[in-house]
């Protein structure tokens, strides 16, 4: 009995080197609501992609439109980077369009290939995995290089899961349209289709992220307005597909920007991390 006393004595200065919640940082609504802009701007991009699929192969929009939104949205972005980035210069610009001329080149010829990827797949299973890759495109964006925490934008699960359901939903463009249909001029026209919104993806999920970056460093501003402007122009498109999505779209959007911020602050009260001389001893390298 002495001895299991003795093996469970602990000194009364034990608790004096108690430390509670040593790494915590409190919050304010209003930063976190700030902080969130950036999720905000992605779903609305996810979701203005999904809205210009289904639009194309409802044919309300042509391949030409897509195009020139494309080549328009092109020129748009690079010339923010020019105008917020000042180590973006000549020479970057042309290097930039020298491997996008070649990345749109080799998709422009892969086109006809990935345009009959999912041919033997029924439209449910194609519906079920892109939804799969959208929501996992979402969880593992780098919204750190977005809001500035990083300086270089490192999100490869989360492009490859985006650029995947692109060309999944491009390969129904040419299954949807033609199936059984062996017209040059339709399959010609829908390879184009398939192009214009693989190629258009990239612009979405690999080089509109840099530009937002740019910009949120540029002006916190232009950030925020972008990110109203993104948001109620998905949420008016959404209207010409369902009023219930739209519905849902802003339901989710208000939830995450306002409901999700005030939530973090209420349970911040509740953080209880403590630190003493019982954690396991860390070890720092000195350089000399």
């Known amino acids: 009995m002495k001895n299991n006393l003795l093996d469970n004595y602990v000194d009364e200065t034990f ?7 040593a790494n915590f940082t409190k919050y304010s609504v209003i930063e976190v609501i700030r902080g969130s802009t950036v999720v905000t701007q992605q ?47 000549a020479g970057g610009l042309l290097e930039s369009w020298r491997s996008l001329s070649l990345l749109f080149g080799s998709l422009f010829l892969l086109s006809p290939v990935l345009g009959t990827l999912t041919a033997p797949f029924d439209d449910d299973t194609i519906t079920a995995c892109t939804c799969l890759l959208i929501v996992a495109h979402l969880f593992f964006h780098d919204y750190g290089y977005v809001n500035g925490d990083t300086s270089r934008f490192s999100a490869p699960v989360s492009l490859n899961a985006a650029i995947f359901a692109s ?3 491009g390969s129904r463009l040419c299954n949807g349209n033609y199936t059984g249909n062996h017209d040059t001029t339709i399959i010609n026209n829908n390879t184009l289709h398939v192009f214009a919104l693989v190629s258009i993806a990239i612009e979405m999920f690999a080089l509109f992220p840099i530009m937002r970056h740019f910009l949120k460093k540029y002006s916190l501003k232009l950030h925020y307005a972008l990110t109203v402007f993104m948001a109620v ?56």
Not at 15 to 21: E, G, W
Request: proline letters at 3%; aromatic letters at 16%; one cysteine or more.
């Open 15 to 21: 608790l004096n080197a108690l430390v509670k919640n």
């Open 233 to 288: 122009l998905t949420f008016i498109l959404l209207l010409f597909i369902s009023v219930t999505l739209a519905i849902l779209f802003a339901s989710g959007i208000l939830f995450i920007t306002f409901g999700c911020p005030f939530w973090l602050v209420f349970i911040q009260k509740y953080k209880n991390e403590i630190h003493g001389p019982w954690d396991e001893a860390v070890i720092t390298m000195s350089r000399r």
């Open 167 to 169: 060309v999944l939903l």
């Open 43 to 89: 779903i609305s991009t996810a979701a203005l992609f999904i809205v210009l699929f289904v639009f194309t192969y409802n044919n309300s929009i042509s391949v030409s439109f897509l195009i020139s939104a494309q080549i328009i949205l092109l020129i748009f972005g690079f010339t923010v980077r020019m105008l917020t980035d000042p180590t973006f210069n």
